[in-house]
């Protein structure tokens, strides 16, 4: 993990074509450091949860619509999806100098998934307060959500729902930052498996929620 952070530490001091180019072979290695870690995170997850997809994101960046035009992000980053229509939510996990996180969730549920959340909430918010209140989740989590919300209650619901915290959420995820020492510590890799079984029982949660109607009964077959 040592050569991964020093390299893209000046990668970010020398984010051009000309010194990329120069150090490609750098890169590669790097890269499949990277992606070697990324496997063993995959089958931590495994072991607990059922994983339909992963993705290592490209180094390379889109620069077309960005006033920042530099080429490349000075980061690893990758997430998995969980499997099928029943188990929902994904994990993220981003290495980067100075700005490692990990984070689960929901980032920007559709139009439907995001009403049906906001619903379940209005109908009643005890279970997933309890649930954000639990020892491992506030361990790593700080027992919040983050993300976008509205600055006042969504059109169709109360601005004085006891609720309104979370019901003015636009997404649903829960983030653990890491510094450069707790990434490399031989521990690491531990702690990520750790982070993300904490994200369990609120995924769990959502899972049933937005495979089921307000009355409990199943949306699939």
């Known amino acids: 993990m040592k050569e991964i952070l020093n390299f893209l530490k000046e990668l970010k001091k020398n984010n051009n074509r000309e010194w990329f180019g120069e150090h490609k072979e ?7 450091e990277a992606k070697s870690f990324y496997e063993l995170v995959r089958q931590n997850l495994e072991a607990n949860d059922e994983i339909e997809k992963f993705k290592l994101f490209r180094i390379y960046r889109d620069v077309r ?11 690893f980053a990758g997430s998995f999806s969980r499997s099928g229509s029943r188990l929902r939510g994904g994990y993220y996990l981003r290495i980067r100098p100075g700005e490692s996180f990990l984070a689960g969730g929901f980032w920007a549920p559709e139009k439907d998934d995001l009403f049906r959340i906001r619903k379940e909430f209005e109908f ?11 020892d491992k989740f506030t361990q790593y989590f700080g027992g919040e959500l983050v993300g976008e919300e509205l600055k006042t ?23 653990r930052k890491f ?10 890799s531990t702690e990520v498996k750790d982070s ?4 369990r029982p609120f995924f769990d949660y959502m899972s ?14």
Do not use: C, M, W
């Not at 750098?26 to 499949?32: D, G, L, M, T």
């Not at 729902?161 to 983030?175: C, N, Q, S, T």
């Not at 993300?196 to 994200?199: I, K, M, N, W």
């Not at 049933?208 to 077959?221: E, H, K, P, R």
């Open 179 to 188: 510094t450069d020492k707790e990434v490399l510590a031989g521990d690491f």
């Open 124 to 134: 009643g918010d005890d279970e997933i307060r309890q649930i954000l209140k639990e």
């Open 208 to 221: 049933d929620v937005l495979t089921t109607d307000l009355n409990g009964a199943s949306l699939i077959d």
């Open 196 to 199: 993300f079984e904490a994200l």
């Open 26 to 32: 750098a890169f590669v290695s790097v890269q499949n």
């Open 153 to 175: 209650a969504p059109k169709g619901f109360q601005k004085d729902d006891p609720a309104i915290d979370l019901i003015r959420k636009k997404g649903f995820v829960a983030v």
């Open 65 to 75: 619509f960005s006033k920042d035009k530099t080429p490349y992000n000075p980061h």
